[in-house]
């Protein structure tokens, strides 16, 4: 019996947009997206994600679960060099839009 392989890729996605995956905010708008997947058309998973028709898969690579953590939080983009750390860039993006929600002077009658 052969071992299982798993992959994990990264979606570079141009302009940047929101996929509805689990692990990133319904509202959140990323540029990238790492993901880890056991299908045996890996490709099939990296495309399957809703927005993600326009994105460019630009790393796909034997790994496991850990490996996709670790390119979340301190891997860069080899496409684009910015960093895949796309939680911490949704989490930016909703800090920014409440500020700008209460910065917003209320309507007056």
């Given at each position: 019996m052969s071992p299982v392989r798993s992959w994990v890729y990264v979606l570079c996605l141009e302009?940047?947009?929101?996929?509805?995956e689990a692990d990133v905010p319904p509202e959140a708008v990323i540029s990238h997206y790492v993901g880890w997947t056991q299908q045996d058309w890996p490709m099939h998973r990296a495309g399957s994600h809703k927005g993600a028709g326009m994105a460019t898969c630009v790393l796909l690579v034997?790994?496991?679960?850990?490996?996709?953590?670790?390119?979340?939080?301190?891997?860069?983009?080899?496409?684009?060099?910015?960093s895949l750390n796309y939680r911490a860039e949704a989490a930016r993006a909703a800090r920014a839009a409440a500020r700008k929600r209460t910065a917003e002077p209320a309507d007056t009658l």
């Open positions: 302009p940047q947009r929101g996929i509805g034997p790994g496991t679960l850990a490996d996709e953590e670790r390119l979340k939080t301190r891997g860069c983009c080899p496409r684009c060099g910015r």
